[in-house]
C-alpha cells in the first residue's frame, strides 16, 4: 500500500513570507502528527491530529499551525518565516492513537530553506 | 514522557550483530518502548517495540530487562544498510506525541 506522501520534498522561501506543507496518510489511518527536524534541536514534535481536531501541541509559537480534513490529509503552515524555520519538516501517520502499542509510519519529509 | 539515553555513536562490523543500549530508568508503568532508525535524510522508520517481554521480528530483538529500566536492541547480522541514527523512544497512552532523544549514530564498516 501507498506510504505517508508529503509535498513538497523541497522549497526556498525568504523572510517573511509563509508556506504550507501538504501530508497524505497512509489509507485507513486518522491520526497525523508534525515534527521538525533541525541540525541543533533534531527532532521535535509540532502537533498531533485526529479526526480533524488537534490533540497534541508542542512547544512552538503561533505562526506554527495545522488542520486536518475529513480525509484525514493534514496541512501545517508557517508563517512569517525565520531563518531558524530551516528545517525537515516530518509527517507521520498511525491507525489511531491513545495507544502505546501504536507504530508511527513517516514520509520521507519536506525539506524547507529560508533565506 | 520518560527520558532515555543512548550512546552518541557505536561501530559494529558488518555481519556481526549490533547491540545498541538504551537507559530509560524513570519509566512508567504503562510506557512502552519503542526504537526507529533514519537513515540520512529520509524520514525515520519503525523497527519494534516491547511494553514488559523481549521482542523479535524481522527486523531485529528488543531484550528489555526485568525491572524495564534499560532495554537493548540487537540487529542480528548487521550489513552497511543498517547504518543510520538509531533512536530509543519511551511512549506513554496520550498519543502519538514522540519525544526523541540523540539517537545513537550506528556505523557499520565492512
Known amino acids: 500500500k501507498a506510504g505517508v506522501t508529503q509535498t513538497p520534498r523541497y522549497l526556498i522561501k525568504t523572510r517573511g513570507q509563509q508556506v504550507t506543507l501538504s501530508c497524505s496518510p497512509i489509507?485507513?489511518?486518522?491520526?497525523v502528527s508534525w515534527y521538525q527536524q533541525t541540525p541543533g534541536q533534531g527532532l521535535q514534535f509540532l502537533f498531533e491530529y485526529f479526526s480533524e481536531t488537534q490533540r497534541n501541541k508542542g512547544n512552538f509559537p503561533g505562526r506554527f499551525s495545522g488542520r486536518q480534513f475529513s480525509n484525514s490529509r493534514s496541512e501545517m503552515n508557517v508563517s512569517t518565516l525565520e531563518l531558524g524555520d530551516s528545517a525537515l519538516y516530518l509527517c507521520?501517520?498511525?491507525?489511531?492513537?491513545?495507544?502505546?502499542?501504536?507504530?508511527?509510519?513517516f514520509g520521507a519529509g519536506s525539506r524547507l530553506t529560508v533565506l | 514522557d520518560a527520558k532515555t539515553t543512548q550512546p552518541p555513536s557505536m561501530d559494529c562490523a558488518e555481519g556481526r550483530a549490533a547491540n545498541l543500549p538504551c537507559n530509560h530508568s524513570?519509566?512508567?508503568?504503562?510506557?512502552?518502548v519503542y526504537w526507529y532508525r533514519q537513515i540520512h535524510s529520509q524520514g525515520p522508520q519503525y523497527i519494534i517495540h516491547?511494553?514488559?517481554n523481549n521482542e523479535t521480528n524481522e527486523m531485529a530483538s528488543l531484550i528489555i530487562t526485568e525491572d524495564r529500566k534499560s532495554s537493548t536492541l540487537i540487529l542480528p547480522h548487521a550489513t552497511l544498510r543498517d547504518t543510520a541514527v538509531y533512536y530509543c523512544?519511551?511512549?506513554?497512552?496520550?498519543?502519538?506525541?514522540?519525544?526523541f532523544g540523540g539517537g545513537t549514530r550506528l556505523m557499520v564498516k565492512p
Open positions: 524513570t519509566i512508567s508503568g504503562n510506557e512502552y
Open positions: 489509507s485507513g489511518h486518522r491520526s
Open positions: 516491547g511494553l514488559k
Open positions: 507521520a501517520s498511525s491507525v489511531q492513537g491513545y495507544s502505546g502499542a501504536n507504530v508511527l509510519t
Open positions: 523512544i519511551v511512549v506513554n497512552n496520550a498519543g502519538n506525541m514522540l519525544t
